[in-house]
């Protein structure tokens, strides 16, 4: 692990900020610097697959980290780094020291989500993180407690409540909260997931090896670094880059990678932003140790009744996406169904109640020290229930949830919630 002159700087820095609020002058405008107003500047921690997204985001990149230098050189070079004054770094604590940095991007590995958000907090950064929010429910608590403490703004990269078709639907999800807000389907309401709405194709693509074998470490990566946090394991190329989320040190497989994108948005539609449900079922067969396999269907349940169902096979396809006493919405899955799609949407605006206005900008909402549409506090809830599946997938059980103490009713799914992690790495 780097251990050198300038970790003793940052780790120096990091313990006197811990309990301020860092403004640099930049942001106020102050000796004649330029105010976020007309420019916010960025930095990159993770320069894998997703990192492209981010590469073209707003504001101005400074910055660019990977602890594999052949990832880190592919971005650098993606980003015309000489040509546009863009550094690059091995160690992330360094690019969160610098003060010229407004917004840090996670976009590593999970397992790295809430110790790095977390010392970007406490250096005073904003941060837009890589979803899932957090790989533990623990990790989770922690996150929303030092950006809350910190005064952070926050961004989670899912966007599905606010912006975009939704998976399948055809339309956007405020339409769907229009209806339930104007109890068009009744209640409780009953949300199913299934390949008509795109959940189950990502399943079989992220499910590990188990017993895998040693093998020599590639000379770019620095793989003890890489690592991290997570259990000190002997290295094979399954357990890093693309492959990583077989594997429940790191990630949840098809579920830690996709559940958020599809159950952010039920908890907006049904208003459950500030609570979890109280059940979740499991239909598997018992999982490796290590590598995570497949699950057939998984239901949660909230306290008034309201369920989600995971359709892990692709059992429930012509099922409505959503229904209660009232009503059901389908999938439009044909010309009919988008016929019926159109009709459904001129229902919906001639409805009295629109759902409140959310904050879609997020360098407007750094601006303005605004809560984003999707930050800490809501998307803390929706990782709840990723987390709450990845549990009882890893275990094969069936576990009730307490949103209030925020614990199972099992001691095994308990010890799940707050993971150690290797030193020197803590939260």
């Given at each position: 692990?780097?251990?050198?002159?300038?970790?003793?700087?940052?780790?120096?820095?990091?313990?006197?900020?811990?309990?301020?609020?860092?403004?640099?002058?930049?942001?106020?405008?102050?000796?004649?610097?330029?105010?976020?107003?007309?420019i916010?500047?960025?930095g990159?921690?993770?320069?894998?697959?997703?990192?492209?997204?981010?590469?073209?985001?707003?504001?101005?990149?400074?910055?660019l980290?990977?602890?594999?230098?052949g990832?880190?050189?592919n971005?650098?070079r993606?980003?015309?780094?000489?040509?546009?004054?863009i550094?690059?770094?091995?160690?992330?604590?360094?690019?969160?020291?610098?003060?010229?940095?407004?917004?840090?991007?996670v976009?590593?590995?999970?397992?790295?989500?809430?110790k790095?958000?977390?010392?970007?907090?406490?250096?005073?950064?904003?941060?837009?993180?890589e979803?899932?929010?957090?790989?533990?429910?623990?990790?989770?608590?922690?996150?929303?407690?030092?950006?809350?403490?910190?005064?952070?703004?926050?961004?989670?990269?899912?966007?599905?409540?606010?912006?975009?078709?939704?998976y399948?639907?055809?339309?956007p999800?405020?339409?769907?909260?229009?209806?339930?807000?104007?109890?068009?389907?009744?209640?409780?309401?009953?949300?199913?997931?299934?390949?008509?709405?795109?959940?189950?194709?990502?399943?079989?693509?992220?499910?590990?090896?188990p017993?895998?074998?040693p093998?020599?470490?590639?000379?770019?990566?620095?793989?003890?670094?890489?690592?991290?946090?997570?259990?000190?394991?002997?290295?094979?190329?399954?357990?890093?880059h693309?492959?990583?989320?077989?594997?429940?040190?790191?990630?949840?497989?098809g579920?830690?990678?996709?559940?958020?994108h599809?159950?952010?948005?039920?908890?907006?539609i049904?208003?459950?932003?500030?609570?979890?449900?109280?059940?979740?079922?499991?239909?598997?067969?018992?999982?490796?140790s290590?590598?995570?396999?497949?699950w057939?269907?998984?239901?949660f349940?909230?306290?008034?009744?309201?369920?989600?169902?995971?359709?892990?096979?692709?059992k429930?396809?012509?099922?409505?996406?959503?229904?209660?006493?009232?009503?059901k919405?389908?999938a439009?899955?044909?010309?009919?169904?988008?016929?019926?799609?159109?009709?459904?949407?001129?229902?919906?605006?001639?409805?009295?109640?629109?759902?409140?206005?959310?904050?879609?900008?997020?360098?407007e909402?750094?601006?303005?020290?605004?809560?984003f549409?999707?930050?800490?506090?809501?998307?803390?809830?929706?990782c709840?229930?990723?987390?709450?599946g990845?549990?009882?997938?890893?275990?094969?059980?069936?576990?009730?949830?307490?949103?209030?103490?925020?614990?199972?009713?099992?001691?095994?799914?308990?010890?799940?919630?707050?993971?150690?992690?290797?030193?020197?790495?803590?939260?």
């Amino acid at each position: 692990m780097p251990m050198n002159v300038s970790r003793r700087h940052v780790v120096k820095s990091l313990a006197a900020m811990a309990t301020v609020q860092i403004v640099p002058g930049r942001v106020l405008g102050l000796n004649g610097q330029t105010p976020p107003s007309e420019i916010l500047t960025r930095g990159i921690i993770g320069c894998g697959g997703i990192s492209a997204s981010h590469l073209t985001m707003p504001g101005k990149l400074l910055a660019l980290c990977d602890v594999d230098k052949g990832h880190l050189a592919n971005r650098m070079r993606d980003a015309k780094a000489e040509e546009n004054g863009i550094k690059g770094y091995h160690d992330y604590r360094e690019l969160i020291a610098r003060d010229d940095i407004d917004i840090v991007h996670v976009a590593t590995p999970p397992h790295w989500h809430a110790k790095m958000a977390i010392d970007a907090a406490r250096a005073g950064k904003d941060i837009w993180c890589e979803k899932p929010m957090s790989r533990t429910i623990g990790e989770g608590i922690a996150m929303v407690r030092e950006v809350e403490k910190t005064g952070r703004i926050f961004r989670l990269n899912t966007w599905f409540r606010f912006q975009s078709g939704f998976y399948g639907m055809g339309i956007p999800v405020s339409f769907i909260k229009k209806a339930v807000m104007n109890d068009m389907f009744g209640w409780p309401l009953k949300v199913t997931v299934s390949g008509t709405t795109g959940f189950n194709w990502k399943l079989d693509q992220w499910v590990g090896i188990p017993g895998l074998k040693p093998e020599p470490v590639p000379e770019e990566l620095d793989y003890n670094f890489w690592l991290g946090p997570a259990p000190k394991k002997e290295y094979n190329h399954n357990r890093v880059h693309a492959k990583f989320r077989g594997y429940w040190d790191y990630d949840g497989g098809g579920l830690g990678d996709m559940g958020q994108h599809y159950l952010d948005p039920v908890q907006y539609i049904l208003g459950k932003d500030g609570e979890a449900p109280v059940s979740v079922d499991i239909d598997a067969d018992p999982q490796d140790s290590e590598a995570i396999g497949t699950w057939r269907r998984m239901e949660f349940t909230y306290a008034d009744g309201c369920k989600i169902v995971l359709d892990g096979e692709n059992k429930d396809v012509g099922a409505p996406y959503i229904e209660g006493p009232k009503g059901k919405l389908f999938a439009p899955m044909n010309s009919e169904g988008r016929l019926e799609m159109r009709e459904f949407r001129k229902k919906v605006d001639a409805l009295p109640k629109d759902p409140p206005e959310q904050k879609t900008d997020f360098h407007e909402c750094v601006r303005k020290r605004e809560k984003f549409a999707l930050n800490e506090k809501n998307g803390f809830w929706s990782c709840t229930i990723v987390n709450m599946g990845v549990t009882a997938h890893r275990l094969n059980k069936s576990l009730k949830f307490d949103s209030k103490t925020l614990k199972f009713d099992d001691p095994e799914a308990n010890a799940l919630i707050h993971q150690p992690m290797r030193d020197p790495w803590k939260v």
